[in-house]
Every structure is written in C-alpha cells, then in structure tokens.
C-alpha cells in the first residue's frame, strides 16, 4: 500500500503546466499505477501530448465515475519557499503546483482505489483522469464526451472543496471578444469632434458596473443554499462580500487594447470580458444589453455556459455528505460556488455532478501551492465510503 502523500508528490513532480498542456507523462504514471492494482485503462490523446484515461472493466453500466484533471496551471519560480515542482513532503503537507488544484484530488481517488479493491473484486466506478481543463477542456472532458467515452451517471470530481462542503453548483459564464470602432480626428479636439472606441469600450464597462447591482430572483431553496454556500466561502477565503459575488452578475474586463496614437481620437479598441453569471440570470438578455447599450462595437466571439447545479435532494449528494459527516463527525451541508470546472460540462451531457475534494484552497493556482496529508487520507476515506455505497446498490 502506497501512502497517499507520496503519491500525491509523485504527480506533483510530473510536470503538466497547461499551457502547453502536455499530460502524457502523469498519465502513464497513473495508467502503471492502476495496472499494478488490477484495473485496466485505456489512455487516448493527441500529437501535442495531450493524453487523457479512462478505465474499463466487465460491466459497461457502472453506476459511478469519479473524475479528476490532471493539467496544472504554470509556476514560475520565484517566490516559493520550495521549488514548484518538488514534491517536498515537509510539516504535514505536500508542497508543490497542483497539490491542491488537483493532484491531491487525484491522488486521494488512487489511494482508495487500492484500499477498495483490496477487499473487493472491484470497485463500482469509472475513472476518468483527463487533460486541458484549466484551459476549457476541448482536449479533455469536452473530447471524451463528444467520443461518447463516458456514459452518463452519478459523478464525484475530486476538485479541492472546503473539508465539510461538497460543491453541487456553479455560477455560469459569458466571456466575450468584442471590438469596438470610432471615428478619428485630432485628440485636441475630443470629444467635440469624433467618436473614441476606447471611451465607447469605457462606457459599456460603466453599464457592466449598472448590471452588477442588480439581484436577480430564485427560489427560496436555491436562496438558502446560497446564503450557506457565501458564510463558507467568507470564512475559506477572508473576503467580505461574498455573499454578493454569488447572488450578481460579476464582471472582468481581463484586456482592453485600443488606439493608435496619443493625439488621434481612437479608431480601435478590443476587449476580452468576462461575466459570471448567477441563477436567475438570462445570458441572452445580457448579451441583448451589451449590444444595446455598445451601437460602436461587435462581438467577435463568445462562450457562454448556464448556471448549473445538481439537485441537493439527489442520492448522489446525499451519499456524498454521509460519506462527510462519517469521516469528519460534524455537521456537513452542501453549497455552491463562483468558478467554473469541468462541471458544467458533465452535467449539460446528463451527468449528476458534485466535487470534493482535498486541499488548502486559499493556495489554489497560488505561490507557495500545497495540500496538507490529512486532508489527502480525509479524501480517501470519503471516496472509499461512496464506493461501498455504490457497490451495495
């Protein structure tokens, strides 16, 4: 039996920054790993190394996956106390890039898998470790989907969760490129005379900050669990306001690049914005706004995805919180949250989808990246009750 801390340091130290995304190396590391414990795989991928598992078995209609990515956002050096990529297992705690985010998860998944299936013939799940989803997932869960690799069922993602929360929804997203044009003339002479396309990207982001006040209705249920989801995640990651960012229309102009010369009245300008969309919000009216209210611009492209959430009164999220309160022994409660995963895929292809998972969660994509131990074995064990649930059933 291999401890879960240094299988966790294992994968840390297999280097998959996506960009470029290439995730051949830890693929093999897993696919050698599950083969050593009698469960076959089947790895698929692309020329880039863009490789993605999943496993099989006798039955076809297993009534479990869980799910893990294994890409990693990129870490330069400076800054950490141990190098990013080392592994290091010191003070209880693996260090590293993607220990939390999340190759702890993975990893956690791994550990009970051994432990399951050295008392039982085999375990009641697919596993699925997949590429590219810090950037969009197309080469990952997007490509298993549309291959029909997976079919739908219950689904645990092992991404970090407060130890006591597992996640059951998202917000949605709208990010969009947009390009805005003016009419020249001599900067002396602006605004009298010209249309600017920096100020007209200005002013559509002063109607952005307008929607960013309003609420938007949703049912008193949906209302309760948002207000529980907004004190965690006050308290997981000290900020104030959280409440709001889950209940509005969120908003960030992440590039705006436009003009042509300091004294000529802009032509030009591109923006790149980003919102996150809350329940009870429609995208197309917002995309209706945004064109309403920017006469000077275009959307050149757009990816939108809709709120989702999986039903809390669902076996899967039952099950999942027994598993919680059976291991950590207190009051456990479901919630939802503001990013985005592969989540929101799983669920629009007919999956009922909660994550959970371990991890330091305020060091997510950060400096200084890690997972305590106890949180990885924490993990194990609540995978390995879901396991013996489903195996029953």
Not at 16 to 26: A, I, K, L, Y
Not at 86 to 111: E, N, P, Q
Not at 278 to 295: E, F, L, N, V
Not at 342 to 371: C, M, Q
Request: proline content about 6%; some cysteine.
């Amino acid at each position: 039996m291999r401890d879960v801390s240094q299988i966790c340091a294992d994968l840390v130290q297999i280097r998959s920054e996506n960009p470029p995304g290439r995730t051949d190396e830890v693929i093999e590391y897993i696919q050698s790993f599950l083969k050593g414990i009698g469960i076959r795989s089947i790895v698929s991928g692309n020329a880039r190394g863009m490789c993605n598992l999943v496993t099989t078995g006798e039955s076809t209609t297993r009534p479990l996956l869980f799910c893990g990515h294994v890409d990693v956002v990129p870490a330069l050096d400076a800054g950490w106390d141990h190098p990013p990529f080392s592994g290091i297992i010191r003070d209880g705690f693996v260090h590293g890039r993607g220990a939390t985010d999340m190759k702890g998860g993975c990893a956690s998944i791994l550990s009970a898998c051994e432990t399951f299936v050295n008392r039982n013939p085999e375990i009641p799940a697919t596993l699925a470790f997949v590429c590219d989803e810090e950037t969009g997932g197309e080469n990952g869960i997007r490509r298993l989907l549309s291959d029909n690799a997976l079919r739908p069922c219950d689904c645990i993602i092992a991404e970090p969760t407060p130890s006591r929360h597992p996640c059951i929804g998202q917000k949605g997203l709208c990010r969009l490129n947009m390009t805005f044009t003016g009419t020249p003339a001599h900067g002396s002479l602006y605004p009298a005379v010209g249309i600017s396309a920096i100020m007209e990207a200005m002013c559509l982001l002063d109607h952005i900050r307008d929607l960013n006040k309003k609420e938007y209705p949703v049912d008193h249920p949906l209302k309760e669990i948002i207000a529980q989801s907004s004190a965690v995640l006050a308290q997981e990651f000290q900020i104030d306001g959280v409440s709001e960012v889950l209940k509005k229309l969120t908003f960030n102009p992440g590039v705006i690049k436009g003009g042509e010369k300091s004294n000529v009245v802009a032509q030009h300008c591109e923006l790149e914005l980003e919102l996150r969309v809350p329940w009870g919000c429609s995208i197309p009216d917002i995309i209706s706004s945004i064109q309403t209210h920017a006469i000077h611009a275009k959307i050149v492209s757009q990816v939108t995805h809709e709120p989702s959430i999986t039903d809390p009164k669902s076996p899967l999220v039952s099950i999942t919180c027994d598993a919680v309160k059976s291991v950590y022994g207190r009051d456990v409660f479901p919630i939802v949250q503001w990013a985005a995963s592969d989540a929101r895929y799983l669920r629009s292809a007919g999956f009922k989808v909660v994550e959970y998972g371990p991890g330091e969660i305020p060091s997510l994509h950060a400096v200084n990246e890690r997972t305590s131990i106890a949180s990885l074995e924490m993990a194990s064990l609540v995978y390995q009750y879901i396991m013996a649930k489903y195996a029953e059933s």
